[in-house]
């Protein structure tokens, strides 16, 4: 038995594919700790893992201004680096070098900025991860960054040419952000390392791609040694079944359509719900809003047509939805291909753009971004979804291939062959 330390950091969407990797390496007789801040102890705990505190630990659940700026459209990224993440590297870095002691393996999240160094220093076996295309920042990946969504409405052709212009200033502006990082390296004796925040983040002996082969790659200036997985999906926060009240519901008529907003931009959520259930009325649907801490709010106001629960299991719940509604997460979007449906992507920050785009690409989406977010263009849009057939069918054939990604065995099975190769 070895024992493998997981870290990462972010909402839920940062730490359920990473429960679903600790439970199948645990299926396989491994002891496996993740490495989180401590308001996930319990979840983490819940799930049959060892849990080790990291750093920085401001919970997300009571800090809203502290997401709000994190989901900020265009300095969102640059707040989650700079004022969040690399203030605490100090901390982070000790909590992690001691979480790794007597470990065999060090499995990181792109935003574990500790984790490169502590492998350095240590020595461990290393596997990192992404979890979206655009953390590879690709040139021959046309990506859509968050703070040019109108980039999307250039011709494709554009795109390609633009793709490398857009991965090198990214690379640029990136390495910028990460120079008190180098910096910290320096306090520590070790020289600077490639961009902390794209190639410096890649282990040499692994890089688990966790998304769907259907967004592409790898390209050949992908890192070496990467395995595209597929999703690991995970539904730890809502359980394992639907609620009563939501199993009923979807007994009771038609299919819904569902939206939800995710573990982070719920946080953002604004008139967006309001907005929702005005577009629901126009079209004569029902719908299900998986709105958090504004169902309370909504409760009681909105016709039996439409149902307000703080959150359900999204794996037993897409597929039972006429159409998805959704943010962009990562998460969200991987959960929301597997279930075949038609999606309104309104994207918000960070990856969420560049994902929705791709989704648009693969013909089983169309986009509508916060700021024209309205009940009368939402359904508009939502008509398109239900009334085209073509929406439906590209949905189910992209499930289809989406259903035949390795998923977590693969995943385990890199991991396992880290650890038979020689340290």
């Not at 220093?121 to 859509?144: E, H």
């Not at 263009?377 to 949905?395: K, S, T």
Request: glycine fraction near 8%.
């Amino acid at each position: 038995m070895s024992r493998i330390v997981i870290t990462t950091w972010g909402s839920h969407g940062d730490l359920n594919p990473y429960l679903a990797l600790g439970a199948g390496l645990r299926a396989r007789g491994h002891d496996v700790v993740l490495c989180m801040p401590e308001f996930y102890a319990g979840i983490i705990r819940a799930a049959g893992l060892g849990f080790a505190p990291a750093a920085p630990d401001a919970d997300p659940d009571l800090d809203r201004d502290l997401v709000v700026q994190c989901m900020h459209p265009r300095r969102g990224a640059e707040t989650i680096f700079r004022d969040v993440l690399i203030p605490a590297l100090p901390d982070a870095h000790a909590r992690l070098m001691a979480a790794v002691q007597g470990a065999d393996l060090l499995v990181s999240h792109p935003a574990a900025l500790a984790a490169p160094i502590v492998a350095e220093q240590t020595g461990i076996r290393w596997i990192s991860t992404v979890l979206a295309p655009l953390n590879f920042m690709s040139a021959y990946d046309p990506i859509l960054p968050p703070m040019t969504p109108w980039l999307r409405h250039l011709p494709w052709a554009w795109h390609v040419r633009l793709a490398d212009w857009v991965a090198a200033g990214g690379r640029q502006v990136a390495s910028r952000w990460m120079e008190p990082v180098q910096a910290f390296r320096a306090s520590l004796g070790l020289g600077r390392s490639d961009n902390p925040m794209f190639d410096g983040q890649h282990a040499p002996a692994g890089v688990l791609a966790l998304y769907s082969r259907v967004f592409g790659g790898p390209y050949p200036d992908y890192p070496p040694n990467v395995t595209i997985t597929g999703q690991l999906p995970y539904d730890a926060h809502y359980g394992q079944v639907l609620d009563p009240a939501v199993a009923a519901f979807l007994r009771e008529g038609p299919a819904p359509i569902v939206f939800t907003l995710g573990s982070a931009a719920v946080q953002l959520d604004g008139t967006f719900w309001d907005e929702s259930a005005a577009a629901v009325s126009r079209l004569g649907a029902r719908a299900i809003l998986l709105a958090g801490k504004a169902t309370e709010r909504l409760t009681g106001v909105l016709p039996p047509t439409v149902l307000a629960v703080d959150g359900a299991p999204h794996t037993l719940l897409f597929p039972h939805a006429a159409a998805l509604v959704h943010a962009c997460g990562i998460g969200t979007t991987g959960t929301a291909l597997r279930a075949g449906r038609p999606m309104l992507a309104v994207p918000h920050a960070n990856d969420q753009p560049d994902n929705a785009w791709r989704l648009t690409r693969l013909g089983l989406a169309r986009t509508v971004y916060p700021g024209a977010y309205k009940a009368a263009r939402v359904a508009r849009e939502l008509e398109q979804l239900l009334v085209d057939p073509r929406y439906a069918a590209r949905a189910g054939e992209v499930a289809a291939q989406v259903a035949q990604d390795p998923g977590l065995p693969l995943a385990c099975d890199v991991i396992e062959a880290a650890l038979l190769t020689p340290g």
